[in-house]
Each structure stands twice: as structure tokens, then as C-alpha cells.
């Protein structure tokens, strides 16, 4: 167990709908990833937080949004879905101290299928 | 820029032999390299890492690396496949910090009896 909890695990929806996917860092973690699993694009990241801030974006659409609370926990919002958001959503924490901050720990994903 | 490429998609092993994963990374910075493997259904889990330390890295289950700079490689490896190492395999790359990692395409190893 990573300490990394990502809910819900499954997710069916419709095209043109709107879904939340969560998640909870390691205890103390101050750092959130959010990576995109799919098989024509493989492992890609989409965008990190950093205590609550925006720190960094990759490969993420505009109609996908993200934030972190001050509890540390995440959230990624995906809206007007389309069948090609089908994917493994994963979320990763890093630690801050000098042996864990180079360390990404993976929750065990949300599987996302849009019909 | 930063680039990994892991070279085989799959890899066949009979029970007991030895397993070689092979990652070749491209990093402009000294580069942090990671090997993640991903059981079927499940998250990442994290077999090693190479952080500027020795370069020949252990990890969990009997894997190690070995970081060669003049090569740019990092290659897994594994003196004796068991049936249980069956999974897909992840190389990744990142600049060190709180930074995002690149990931290759992945391998996936298979092991027979």
C-alpha cells in the first residue's frame, strides 16, 4: 500500500458529462501529480500541485481542471467527456524531505470509462 | 528536454532465467531515473530508483540497476525470473526536485514455466 488513495476506483459516464476524480496524498505529502494512462499515449502527466498551488502542467486539455485543497487532498475535474478520456487516471505524492522529495508514490489509479 | 525509450514492448523469460529490461534515457540535467512496475489491474509501485548515489541500484524483489552515464543507460535487471515478476515495467526520468517524471512506452514481461 502506497499511502496514496484515489476514489472512485471505476467510473462509467456518458459523453459530454462531467466527473470528479479525488484523491489523498500520503500523510504529509505536500505534493499531488496527476498522470494519464492510456494505450495510444501511455503514462503522460497532466498537472501538479505543490501545498495547494498550481506547480507545473504537461499534456492536459482545457476542458480538464484541477486543484488542491488545503487538507492536501486533490481533485481532477474532466468535463465535456469523450470517448477518448477512456483511461487510468493516477495520482502520485512526493514527500519533503531530502530522501523523498525525488520519490513519486502512486495511489492505484481511477479507471475511467466514457460510452 | 527529457526523453526515456525502453527498448522490447514484451519480453519472454522461462522460470529462473535471467531478466533484462532494457532504458536508455536523454536528459540535458544530471537525471533522477526510476523503474516502476504495474501488476495487472493495479497502481505503480516503485522497484528502484537512481538519485546521483552508486550507480548500481538494488530494489525490491531481487531487481537492480545500473546507471551508465557514457551509455545513457539503466537497465533492470534480474538473475532468476519467478512466474510472480510477470507485470508491465516502467522506466521514468525526471530532473530531480518536485519535478514531473517522463515515462517510456513500458515492457511487458512475460515469464513461463
Known amino acids: 500500500d502506497s499511502g496514496v488513495t484515489q476514489t472512485p476506483k471505476h467510473l462509467i459516464t456518458a459523453t459530454g458529462q462531467r466527473v470528479t476524480l479525488r484523491c489523498s496524498p500520503r500523510?504529509?505529502?505536500?505534493?499531488v501529480y496527476w498522470y494519464q494512462q492510456s494505450l495510444d499515449q501511455g503514462l503522460q502527466f497532466l498537472i501538479q500541485?505543490?501545498?495547494?498551488?498550481?506547480?507545473a502542467k504537461g499534456n492536459i486539455l482545457e476542458r480538464f481542471s484541477a486543484q488542491q485543497f488545503p487538507d492536501l487532498h486533490s481533485e481532477l475535474n474532466l468535463s465535456s467527456l469523450e470517448l477518448g478520456d477512456s483511461a487510468l487516471y493516477f495520482c502520485?505524492?512526493?514527500?519533503?524531505?531530502?530522501?523523498?522529495?525525488?520519490?513519486?508514490?502512486f495511489g492505484a489509479g481511477t479507471r475511467l470509462s466514457v460510452l | 528536454a527529457q526523453s526515456v525509450t525502453q527498448l522490447g514492448s514484451h519480453v519472454s523469460v522461462s522460470e529462473g532465467a535471467l531478466v533484462l529490461l532494457r532504458c536508455n534515457y536523454s536528459s540535458s540535467v544530471p537525471p533522477y531515473l526510476f523503474w516502476y512496475v504495474q501488476y495487472p489491474n493495479q497502481g505503480l509501485q516503485l522497484l528502484l530508483k537512481?538519485?546521483?548515489?552508486?550507480?548500481l541500484v538494488k530494489g525490491i524483489n531481487g531487481f537492480e540497476a545500473e546507471f551508465k552515464k557514457s551509455e545513457t543507460s539503466f537497465h533492470l535487471t534480474k538473475p532468476s525470473a519467478h512466474m510472480s515478476d510477470a507485470a508491465e515495467y516502467f522506466c521514468a526520468v525526471s530532473d530531480g526536485g518536485y519535478n514531473k517524471l517522463i515515462f517510456g512506452a513500458g515492457t511487458r514481461l512475460a515469464v513461463h514455466p
Open positions: 502520485a505524492s512526493s514527500g519533503t524531505g531530502q530522501g523523498t522529495k525525488n520519490i513519486q508514490y
Open positions: 500523510s504529509g505529502d505536500l505534493s
Open positions: 500541485y505543490y501545498n495547494g498551488e498550481e506547480r
Open positions: 537512481y538519485t546521483s548515489a552508486a550507480t
